[in-house]
T-cell receptor, first 114, second 113 residues
Framework: AQKITQTQPGMFVQEKEAVTLDCTYD???????LFWYKQPSSGEMIFLIY??????QNATEGRYSLNFQKARKSANLVISASQLGDSAMYFC???????????FGKGITLSVRP | DVKVTQSSRYLVKRTGEKVFLECVQD?????MFWYRQDPGLGLRLIYF???????EKGDIPEGYSVSREKKERFSLILESASTNQTSMYLC????????????FGPGTRLLVL
């Protein structure tokens, strides 16, 4: 079974609207962490947001928030007030236990329309 | 700011050549990683190093080796490049603390002819 599932192949959103990018995960560890990264067309991976499995509050970083639903094993990224510069590929990733390694999903392409 | 640099942005090599991809980080991170990224497959871990001269195989180590002689430098070696190793290669580093994010280099696009 895939550890990280990102099933949306491509998403479109109008500028200034909010968009949700889906991520579900599979782990038997009680302690784990979830990360979201952005990859623009230039190729560099940019860290956006982190959620620990024991964090009671949903993580937020500026226009990014993480809708963490532990029972459903989902960690969706919400981008508010989309900007043209948000057009990129977005990856969800998971760290399990004390392991420093990350497992990545296949990514979602987001296109922001003017 | 953390900086991770990779020796080349673009590289073209011939089948059978030995290829070295270099990665350097300037934040004294213990962990360093090599990934390859292919369309539709996301990032897959090739090798991981948690200290100088220490390494662990990732999910797809076949056809690759690594070297970490100094803490700041992690090299990926393709002993005999093949066309199926044409890909984007990303290096990353992080502190040993598991909650820390990984910081990525700009990537190397390798084409093997």
């Amino acid at each position: 079974a895939q550890k990280i599932t990102q099933t949306q192949p491509g998403m479109f959103v109008q500028e200034k609207e909010a968009v949700t990018l889906d991520c579900t995960y599979d782990t038997s560890d009680q302690s784990y962490g979830l990360f979201w990264y952005k990859q623009p067309s230039s190729g560099e991976m940019i860290f956006l947001i982190y959620q620990g499995s024991y964090d009671e509050q949903n993580a937020t970083e500026g226009r990014y928030s993480l809708n963490f639903q532990k029972a459903r094993k989902s960690a969706n990224l919400v981008i508010s007030a989309s900007q043209l510069g948000d057009s990129a590929m977005y990856f969800c990733a998971m760290r399990e236990g004390l392991n420093s390694k990350l497992t990545f999903g296949k990514g979602i392409t987001l296109s922001v329309r003017p | 700011d953390v900086k991770v640099t990779q020796s080349s942005r673009y590289l073209v090599k011939r089948t059978g050549e030995k290829v070295f991809l270099e990665c350097v980080q300037d934040m004294d991170h213990e962990n360093m990683f090599w990934y390859r990224q292919d369309p539709g497959l996301g990032l897959r871990l090739i090798y991981f190093s948690y200290d100088v001269k220490m390494k662990e195989k990732g999910d797809i180590p076949e056809g690759y080796s690594v070297s970490r002689e100094k803490k700041e430098r992690f090299s990926l070696i393709l002993e005999s490049a093949s066309t199926n190793q044409t890909s984007m290669y990303l290096c990353a580093s992080s502190r040993r603390t598991s909650e820390e994010t990984q910081y990525f280099g700009p990537g190397t696009r390798l084409l093997v002819l």
